[in-house]
């Protein structure tokens, strides 16, 4: 009678071999996709996105409301120059490149209010159709440290405004160019009627 082996299963060096690869593979994913920067550009999407809102929410007001004003007062909204609220909960951001001009702080509960009242003193809901914006929009990282936060520049006599975002992915890295937005401050998105704000 012959004996017959039951043997089942991989060897120990079989299973290190498909380990080997698996972990060749998956390093080689994690470099190739670089979820960072996936994560960054998706903020930057994001950003972009809402820059894009706000500036049709002004311009919009700007041809709906009979007499338009980009800021609450002369003193807030200077004629050339502009006071700048960031888009950040009780925080203001500290005099920088942007604007070399000192930012306005918004209470903690109306900071992202539409009606003068946030972080845009700009009242939308003086539009006849109603406000376009539900709640003004935030950085998504909302980190006044890193300067990730949404500002806003006006100058109150020519009612022209600017808003600037600082952008962190590298396939949005052009963005920031001030020959590629128009702008003058290199380092931030900017968008808005003048872009010298």
Request: proline share 5%; glycine share 8%; charged share 20%.
């Amino acid at each position: 009678m012959q004996k017959v082996s039951l043997k089942k299963g991989f060897t120990l060096v079989e299973l290190l071999i498909v380990i080997g690869i698996l972990a060749v593979l998956a390093t080689t994913a994690v470099v190739i996709l670089n979820p960072a920067q996936l994560l960054a550009q998706a903020r930057d999407g994001q950003r972009l996105s809402d820059m894009a809102s706000i500036q049709s929410a002004i311009a919009l007001y700007m041809t709906d409301y009979s007499a338009p004003k980009v800021g609450p007062s002369l003193t807030e909204c200077p004629n050339g120059g502009g006071a700048a609220g960031a888009g950040y909960r009780q925080k203001a951001v500290t005099v920088d490149s942007f604007l070399h001009r000192p930012t306005t702080e918004v209470a903690v509960d109306t900071d992202r209010n539409v009606d003068g009242t946030g972080w845009i003193p700009v009242d939308f809901t003086d539009i006849s159709g109603g406000t376009p914006l539900s709640i003004l929009p935030i950085d998504p990282s909302n980190d006044t440290a890193n300067d990730y936060v949404y500002r806003y520049a006006c100058n109150y006599t020519n009612n022209t405004f600017e808003l600037n975002a600082k952008l962190e992915s590298l396939k949005y890295d052009d963005y920031m160019a001030n020959t590629a937005d128009g702008g003058d401050a290199s380092g931030f998105y900017e968008i808005g009627t003048s872009l010298n704000l």
